[in-house]
């Protein structure tokens, strides 16, 4: 079998590129939906925090990212070694709109064996990731930031540039098999493996509008995946309230606005949330000397909490478990340390554990008006905050606490 392309068939690297290739993809879906359906169930409320299910969907997101990025640099070999080839002719190409859909389909199936798996490959890029790609090349890409935005942008690029790849390959299938199952010519045979006689194509009349057709095509689905995402990032946004604290009845000042946000690490990736509902009782005076400045009480809602795409698993049984603890609380003496610098230096209680916690915070005064803001971090085991998690790795132990308010004093 010659490894050059001829006008009538193609020869062995060019079949060698496109069942390697199809080997790849078609590895790559199956892996990819069992390890989407083991991580939605992982960020569920079900989810027991079993090891075992944790370090599954880890390998099966690092064989699906190892086989991506295997099935991008195949790709980008098939399309440089194409562009040396001699294409056989179809061979009915008087059948204009058949030889139009197949000559697009072609062309979309050349933008997706890149922009699939390249999409995929600068989401994980972005994030501080977990399930590394199995190579000693490391995680990060040329010119893509570490950053939340883009890393869930491409995201949903990679899924709708999937679900087009897969509607396309099934499009091709069956473009290929009608080929050889109705027409019963040639086609389907040119690609198949081994030597064989081939008939000679018709002369063929070349045409732009196949590749303009995939152009549109593609770019309706870029379009279609960052339009979706950045709906979904305004309505979260406007889903955000704007004064997320109120004061207690009776407190010494009240809270004309602030937030109460958390931190943690799951799988390598920081992953950032807020409380949108809690109280403060607050007691302040500014101290003549440094020392004791009052007192503080803050209740939160568990409920209120959103944690991203793991709210719902956070709510388990597991974790918070906030349908039997709905309520947080932090009591604290307030102390001046010096100058603008303060603590509240109290206990904090979750579920049914309470333990000692300091908060360092800043404090500015202005007349009637305070300007706080401080962050302090607790071992969310301590807690016992999903204990069944106990690796790390998988989980971080530390949980960051930020809290920023302005407040007016009352009277």
Known sequence: MPRQNTSVSYGSVTKTFHWLTALLILTAFPIGYFAEETAEFIQSSAFDGSQATIEQATLLFSLHKTVGVAAFFVALGRILWALTQEKPGLLHPDRKL??????????????????????????????????????????????????AFVSDLFSSVH?????????TILAHIGGALKHHLIDRDSTLLRMAPGTRAMPVPPAQVHS????????????????????VFLIAEGTQGEGAPVVAAQSAEGSGWAVQSGTLGIEVTQMGSAVTGSFATWSANITFAEPANPGPAGDVTVEISIPSLTLGSVTAQAMGADYFNAETWPTATFTADLVQIEGDQYEAQGSLTIRDQTVPVTLPFTLTLDGDMAVMAGKTEVNRMDFNVGAGTKDEGTLGFGVGITVELTAQRNG
């Open 98 to 147: 058949e030889a139009w859909a197949a000559e697009t389909a072609h062309w979309v199936l050349y933008g997706a064996m890149l922009i699939v798996p390249l999409s995929g490959w600068i989401h994980h890029a972005a994030s501080d990731g977990f399930a590394p790609i199995w190579w000693p090349f490391g995680q990060s890409l040329p010119l893509v930031p570490k950053s």
């Open 159 to 167: 899924f709708f540039a999937m679900l087009l790849l897969g509607a």
């Open 208 to 227: 732009a509008l196949p590749f303009v057709t995939a152009v549109v095509v593609w770019l309706a689905a870029l379009g279609t995946g960052t339009g």
